[in-house]
């Protein structure tokens, strides 16, 4: 529905003589760096994954945390603590509302670390006031979101980075390999990856004290407060927010992001998105194939391929060098170096939605059990209203994106 | 004479035979239908599971889908719970289109049922659903309106650039934020020169909003061929009364819209 602003900024990228993104200082933002010219950080969800990511960056010297955002109070409460602890001062503000950091001036840069449906909601508002951004994995809930995020980011030249530090740190061998020719020319790789989120209907139980639930549920439809439908646990078996439709893709997002990012990275396809995706039911056994507009093959859950099973070709490849980290101290450091240096982080926003748009278009096929074509160009599918209605969902007042 | 409890139970029968591939497939179907009238929070979502594989069954099958659909919009109107119809508006996302349209309608004024109405309605590629959401627009409360806008903003409704544009000066920051995002996303000419006119007057906490829409729409523009228009935004937003970063997305727009044919 908002087909074509997505290349044009694209087009204003190649074309225009700017560089990516302008310093902060040229940013109107001088004045809001710390002197020690730290990068001020504030993080939004802190809980589970949130909790990691804080004490990441917390353990940098060229960071430094004023403001911490939960919707649980005692999550809030334990990060401040910790923040003001680890710089011996009470400097670090605790929020219930992320909006209230957006507006502060003296904020660089916020990770982010909320269930996946809050994602894009806070990304583009970040993006709009001026922050960059550390996004967990998986970054988008639908379709239309990724191509909004891009699209915010690249408007107002912020540093967004994806959160799998898994893409790059753990498939290095399957990367390596791929990159350095050993695969012949590569065809297709397989992943396999799952469940598929289910819908909760759990009853209703008692709201903890300090727990903001309206705020936490967001834009995703209302919902009775029970434990398993918000808790932050890596389980995806109905009993975490992870297995259900309204916070989640299950699996196929969660490690998703992962595996499908560590695959398209080896196959080198992250600069793309696939234009079909193949729906597969062999006597009962499903699974999928997404093909890219260069004719290479990522399947999903193919009968008896390995995770990351690469199909090649005898043949040695072409070797060209695989790219990194920049900075050090893994994809943390990559978004710390990109901030000062204002380059395009390692899981750059595009890429890292080109592997959520992996997700989409398989959790999509499944869910209607058909193939489907992709126009990457209009971000919708071809001659397929059915298809087109998933590609996003209504958000809860007073969200919109 | 027969209960509508009866005539309902008739109607499920049928609809059931209708879409089933077989009188086995009918009976488990129309007896999902029947558990959906009590269904509720805490009940196992597997028990509607042939529902869903009806939805998929039916593709391609408009009879068949229509009969589907008839039968998913006529529980609604029959006292469902909210669990209940949170499983049916899912639904008839999917395969909802004109003659599901009225029942969805009639949940949109109420603040329990109005979201999950708009999450069928706003997918719903047919007029109707358009037409409903803006009807409902000068009839819901503040609370529900940044709702209803930002739904027809996601569907470039440009029969509602009006009255979206009414709704800028609301003073409930949230119904004019998604006022100026909805018109932002609209992205027409008329929706730059409501967003325009806006921005003079806007106040400060309308002011980042209302140029970030301004942004967007000129992107659309831009995107739509309309290259004097989109210029027009840019050269008012590269001002020095904007943030930095406004005025940089500015300047790359104009640069953009300069080397454009």
């Known amino acids: ?401 | 004479m027969m209960t509508s409890q009866v005539t309902t139970g008739m109607n499920v029968a049928s609809g059931a035979a209708a879409i089933a591939a077989s009188q086995t497939d009918a009976a488990v179907l129309e007896n999902a239908f029947n558990t959906l009238k009590t269904y509720d929070w805490g009940a196992d979502p597997e028990i509607l599971k042939p529902i869903d594989r009806a939805i998929i069954a039916t593709q391609g099958d408009l009879a068949a889908r229509r009969a589907l659909e008839k039968m998913l919009a006529a529980a609604l109107v029959g006292g469902l719970s909210r669990s209940a119809q949170d499983y049916v508006c899912r639904r008839l996302r999917i395969v909802g289109t004109a003659q599901s349209v009225p029942a969805l309608a009639a949940m949109l004024p109420d603040e329990e049922t109005s979201h999950i109405a708009r999450y069928a309605l706003e997918r719903i590629p047919d007029e109707a659903a358009a037409t409903a959401l803006r009807d409902a627009l000068p009839k819901v409360g503040t609370k529900l309106k940044p709702g209803m806008i930002g739904s027809l903003g996601v569907r470039r409704d440009q029969q509602s650039t009006k009255a979206i544009a009414e709704a800028l000066g609301d003073p409930d920051i949230a119904v004019s934020r998604a006022a100026a995002q909805s018109l932002g996303l609209i992205g027409t000419s008329a929706a730059a020169k409501h967003l325009s006119a806006f921005a003079n007057k806007a106040s400060a906490d309308m002011r980042l909003p209302t140029a970030d829409a301004l942004l967007v729409c000129a992107e659309q523009l831009l995107a739509d061929g309309k290259k004097a228009e989109a210029l027009a935004l840019y050269r008012a937003l590269n001002s020095d009364d904007q943030p930095t970063r406004v005025k940089l997305a500015a300047m790359k727009g104009m640069l953009a819209a300069a080397m454009k044919k």
């Open chain 1, 1 to 401: 529905m908002v087909h074509g602003r997505r290349m044009f900024l694209k087009a204003t990228a190649a074309s225009v003589a700017l560089p990516y993104v302008i310093p902060a200082s040229a940013m109107g933002n001088a004045g809001a760096t710390a002197p020690s010219n730290r990068i001020v950080m504030a993080g939004i969800g802190i809980g589970n994954m949130g909790r990691g990511d804080l004490g990441s960056f917390l353990g940098r010297d060229d960071v430094q945390y004023l403001a911490v955002c939960d919707v649980q109070k005692d999550a809030r409460d334990n990060a401040v603590n910790r923040v003001n602890e680890k710089y011996q001062n009470k400097d670090c503000q605790a929020y219930n509302d992320f909006r209230e950091i957006m507006v502060r001036d003296d904020i660089d840069a916020v990770h982010c670390a909320t269930p996946d449906h809050w994602h894009a909601v806070i990304v583009l508002d970040a993006c709009r006031n001026g922050k960059d951004v550390y996004c967990q994995k998986p970054e988008t809930k639908t379709l239309r979101e990724g191509q909004l995020m891009v699209e915010a980011a690249r408007r107002y030249s912020r540093v967004v980075s994806g959160g799998s530090q898994r893409v790059l740190e753990d498939y290095r061998n399957t990367v390596n390999a791929c990159w350095g020719g050993e695969n012949g020319l590569v065809k297709s790789i397989n992943v396999n990856v799952g469940p598929l989120p289910i819908e909760c209907n759990k009853a209703e139980e008692p709201i903890p004290d300090g727990f903001d639930w309206d705020l936490w549920l967001g834009p995703a439809p209302w919902a009775p407060y029970h434990p398993h439908r918000c808790s932050g646990s890596y389980s995806i078996d109905g009993t975490s927010w992870r297995s259900f439709k309204d916070y989640s893709g299950g699996g196929m997002t969660d490690w998703g992001a992962h595996h499908f990012g560590g695959a398209t990275f080896a196959i080198d396809v992250r600069e793309l998105e696939p234009e079909e995706v193949i729906f597969h039911n062999e006597n009962g056994r499903k699974f999928a194939t997404c093909r890219y507009p260069n004719g290479k093959l990522l399947h999903h859950n193919y009968p008896g391929r390995g995770n990351l099973q690469v199909e090649g070709t005898e043949e040695q490849g072409p070797s060209k060098a695989v790219p990194g980290y920049a900075g050090s101290g893994g994809i943390y450091g990559d978004f710390i170096d990109c901030v000062k240096t204002r380059r395009k982080p390692f899981r750059d926003i595009e890429f890292a939605v080109h592997t959520a748009t992996v997700c989409h278009l398989f959790l999509i096929a499944y869910e209607l059990e058909r193939s489907l074509k992709w126009d990457t160009f209009k971000q919708q599918f071809v001659d397929d209203d059915e298809a087109n209605r998933l590609v996003d969902v209504a958000r809860r007042e007073p969200w919109v994106i």
